[in-house]
């Protein structure tokens, strides 16, 4: 199972870049996918959640100017990210709680590599 994700770089204030992530692997089903970050010095922090049932989730920094959704197949998840400030300035790391399709049934949390979204004033 892997987790790509793409999207991120170097952005002005005010911006509105897209982050997206695709899960590929010998996946059964997707029970949750979400986005968290890590800015220098801090923990990794959720910033929003979609579960298979629709159920979204922000964190109240990013509430009004982040947008969490995904495709029709849920295996892929966007972030659309608006009104950037210099705080968002983080590692974006794309998370998945799926169950592989290896007959155990268990769900699993797995991490791609994070993408690197820079925010300057």
């Known amino acids: 199972v892997q987790l790509q994700a793409s999207g991120g770089g170097l952005v002005q204030a005010g911006g509105s870049p897209r982050l997206s992530c695709v899960a590929s692997?010998?996946?059964?089903?997707?029970?949750?996918m979400a986005w968290y970050r890590q800015a220098p010095g801090k923990e990794r922090e959720l910033v929003a959640s979609?579960?298979?049932?629709?159920?979204?989730n922000y964190i109240d920094s990013v509430k009004g100017r982040f947008t969490i959704s995904r495709d029709g197949d849920y295996y892929t998840v966007h972030l659309q990210m608006n009104s950037l400030k210099p705080e968002d300035t983080a590692v974006y790391y794309c998370?998945?709680?799926?169950?592989?399709?290896?007959?155990?049934?268990?769900?699993?949390?797995?991490w791609g590599k994070g993408t690197q979204v820079t925010v300057s004033s």
């Open positions: 998370n998945a709680l799926l169950v592989v399709a290896n007959g155990k049934n268990v769900a699993v949390n797995y």
């Open positions: 692997g010998e996946i059964f089903s997707i029970n949750a």
């Open positions: 979609i579960t298979s049932g629709g159920t979204i």
